[in-house]
Nanobody, 118 residues
Framework: QVQLVESGGGLVQAGGSLRLSCAAS????????MGWHRQAPGKQRDLVATIFRSGSATYADSVKGRFTISRDNSKNTVYLQMNSLKPEDTAVYYC????????????WGQGTQVTVSS
C-alpha cells in the first residue's frame, strides 16, 4: 500500500502557473496508476488527470492543453503542472492511486488548496 502526501498548492493570479507534487511512501508505486482529482466548494470531486504505469496520460476536457501530469518512479512522485490557470480551477486538489487491474482509486492524499484570483 502507498501513502500519499501532496504539496505545492497556493494562491496565484489568473494566467499564472503552479506545480503540485505528490510523494508516495510504501512499496509498489510504479505499479499504480496515479491521478489528480479536485473538489470545489459545494461540488463533487472530479478526476482531472490520470497517468498510467506506461506513462500515458488522460485529461479532463476542462484542463486539456493547460495541465500536464507526469511521474518519476525513481522518486515515487507524481506531478501536476498547471499553466494558464483560471479562477474556475480553484479547488482542493487530491492525489490518488489505483492498483493495477482495479477500477477504484483506493489511496488518497490529504489534499492541497489551489486558489486562483481574477
Amino acid at each position: 500500500q502507498v501513502q500519499l502526501v501532496e504539496s505545492g498548492g497556493g494562491l496565484v493570479q489568473a494566467g499564472g502557473s503552479l506545480r503540485l507534487s505528490c510523494a508516495a511512501s510504501g512499496s509498489g508505486f510504479s505499479a499504480y496508476a496515479m491521478g489528480w482529482h479536485r473538489q470545489a466548494p459545494g461540488k463533487q470531486r472530479d478526476l482531472v488527470a490520470t497517468i498510467f504505469r506506461s506513462g500515458s496520460a488522460t485529461y479532463a476536457d476542462s484542463v486539456k492543453g493547460r495541465f500536464t501530469i507526469s511521474r518519476d518512479n525513481s522518486k515515487n512522485t507524481v506531478y501536476l503542472q498547471m499553466n494558464s490557470l483560471k479562477p474556475e480551477d480553484t479547488a482542493v486538489y487530491y492525489c490518488s492511486a489505483r492498483p493495477a487491474f482495479s477500477i477504484d482509486w483506493s489511496r488518497w492524499g490529504q489534499g492541497t488548496q489551489v486558489t486562483v484570483s481574477s
